[in-house]
């Protein structure tokens, strides 16, 4: 798998639909990561973070789609409010202990990920969502 993943913050989804080509680039407040499903990622998140099942979310369309083809080439996403919020309220030994579940989770589907890096993953998430949502903007990710 040959992912490139980017968390950014943007005021708003016609904002963040602009990434769709080139990615978020300079404008944005933005995270860079690598080789894991982030669509699937995010709804995993906010079932450890926040108690809700991996079918609801999915059923409630997460992660909701503002930009491009989920099939083919670039795609933008929004992480859900809820999701934000939660990594943003949470503490530093609360996200740890989510990326290492995190982890176990993706071994049980043969996914090798780093505990360090998943916990850098989440834990920088986190404080984009921090800072996202001091300044009224919400978390979009872009994937190419």
């Known amino acids: 798998m040959s992912i490139i993943v980017r968390f950014f913050a943007a005021p708003d989804d016609t904002s963040a639909s602009l990434a769709l080509q080139t990615g978020p680039g300079r404008a944005f407040e933005s995270l860079s990561f690598g080789n894991f499903d ?24 997460e992660p909701r789609v503002v930009a491009g083809q989920d099939n083919d080439g670039c795609v933008v ?13 949470a503490t530093h ?10 982890t176990q989770l993706r071994a049980e589907d043969g996914e090798v990920i780093d ?9 920088d998430l986190a ?15 872009w994937i190419a």
């Open 38 to 61: 982030p669509e699937e990622a995010v709804v995993e998140w906010e079932c450890l973070l926040t108690g809700s099942s991996f079918e609801e979310l999915v059923e409630a369309g």
């Open 77 to 89: 996403f929004a992480i859900s409010p809820r999701l934000s919020t939660a990594l943003a309220d």
């Open 93 to 102: 030994s609360r996200l740890s202990n989510i990326a290492a579940s995190w």
């Open 115 to 123: 505990t360090e890096i998943a916990d850098a993953i989440v834990g």
């Open 127 to 141: 404080a984009l969502a921090s800072s996202a949502r001091r300044q009224g903007q919400s978390v979009y990710c």
